[in-house]
Every structure is written in structure tokens, then in C-alpha cells.
């Protein structure tokens, strides 16, 4: 399973009962070196400095996104295994860790068996998903595409369009000119692939954005 060396684990999470509760469990793997920090820039520091193995990376940090980190640690250290250990079981989250060079994404409900096993399956070079995250992965998403992310004023519109106001009205409540509404619904579009306003509509209500 392992090589005769001890590898060196960093476990990253912005909350110490977590942090002090996952080192414990893995302190039972003998073959472990295990490292914790709660910042996601110190573990960084750390891991340019210092030769390491694995990293279970929490996704809501106080300093900064783990989508961000993951990608940065593949930067600095591409050998690393980065896997994301986190309560946030969106799909999208999860599509976006891996895309940003992680190695697997565990659910923090997930016994210590399960982990050890997606350790090892991330060292043997397979994706470390936990069996949670697996059935995450293999449902069918709503329209086939990710949710676009908008912005305060898109927002706004989409509300009052949704609402059946008019491209005049609209930017009179919102105090810009026609033209910049104009280009909003035609950016909402294509954000939404959607073809008309009726469809856009649609998908924001399914999706529960209005």
C-alpha cells in the first residue's frame, strides 16, 4: 500500500475541532506524517518549503476558496495529491475542484475507513472519490450545464424581467439608459443558453435564482 517511508500529510481546515479531529483519527495510520494548519497561505508556505505527499484541503477556508488553493499547490508542487474534504456537497463545487488538478473529494460524513481508502486510491494514480461524492457525480444535472454566476445588477434585471417589466420600465427603477438593459437580457441569454425571455424565466424559477 505504501512505500517504507512515511509520507507526509497536510490537513488543511479553518476550524480546530475538525482539524484536531481528523489528525487523530489519521494518527492511527502509522505511515503518516501528519501537518496542520488552518490558513490555507500557511499550509502553502509549508508545502513550497517542505516535500509532501498528500494534502485533504477543506473548501471553505478563512483566508481564501480551497478551489483556489488546489489550484495553486498543483502549481508549486504538481506531485502532490490534493484531495478536498469539505461539507459542500454542491456538484458544481465538486466539478470544479478536479478541474482546478484535484486528486479527489471526500465528504467530511465519511468514516476513517473511507478516507484511508481514497488515500490509497489517490496514491495507486485513481480518482479519490467517496461514495457520496460518487453518487453526487452520477446524477443527471438540471439542463445539462453549470449555473452561471451572476452579477448584483444581472441579478436585478432577471427579477424584473421575470416580474413581466419592460426594458423601459426597468431602467427607469434602475436609473440606466435602455440600451445597457438591452445588452443585460442579450448577455442573460447567453449566459442561460436560453432562447427567449420565457425560457430564461424558466430556468432562473427551476433553478431557484428568483
Known amino acids: ?21 481528523l489528525k487523530s483519527l489519521l494518527d492511527q495510520v502509522k505511515k503518516f506524517k501528519i501537518f496542520a494548519f488552518t490558513k490555507g497561505s ?28 488546489c ?4 502549481q508549486k508542487s504538481p506531485k502532490t495529491i490534493v484531495i478536498g474534504i469539505s461539507n459542500q456537497a454542491e456538484r458544481s463545487i465538486i466539478f470544479r475542484f478536479l478541474e482546478n488538478g484535484g486528486n479527489g473529494y471526500i465528504l467530511k460524513n465519511a468514516d476513517v475507513n473511507e478516507i484511508i481508502h481514497c488515500i490509497d486510491n489517490a496514491i495507486n494514480g485513481d480518482l479519490a472519490l467517496s461514495k457520496e461524492v460518487q453518487e453526487i457525480m452520477l446524477r443527471p ?20 424581467i421575470s416580474e413581466g417589466k419592460t426594458s423601459a420600465e426597468i431602467a427607469d427603477n434602475l436609473f440606466i439608459s435602455i440600451i445597457t438593459v438591452e445588452t443585460h437580457r442579450r448577455n442573460l441569454l447567453q449566459k442561460f443558453k ?17
Do not use: W
Request: hydrophobic share 45%; glycine share 4%.
Open 141 to 160: 444535472s438540471a439542463n445539462n450545464f453549470e449555473l452561471p454566476r451572476l452579477t448584483k445588477r444581472e441579478q436585478q434585471i432577471l427579477k424584473s
Open 42 to 69: 500557511s499550509a502553502l508556505d509549508f508545502i513550497q518549503e517542505n516535500k509532501t505527499d498528500i494534502v485533504l484541503l477543506d473548501i471553505v477556508l478563512s483566508d481564501g476558496s480551497g478551489l483556489n488553493f
Open 1 to 21: 500500500m505504501y512505500k517504507d517511508e512515511s509520507l507526509n500529510l497536510v490537513i488543511v481546515d479553518d476550524h480546530p475541532m475538525v482539524l484536531e479531529g
Open 71 to 74: 489550484q495553486l499547490i498543483k
Open 194 to 210: 436560453a432562447k427567449n425571455m420565457i425560457e430564461l424565466v424558466k430556468i432562473a424559477t427551476e433553478n431557484k435564482l428568483i
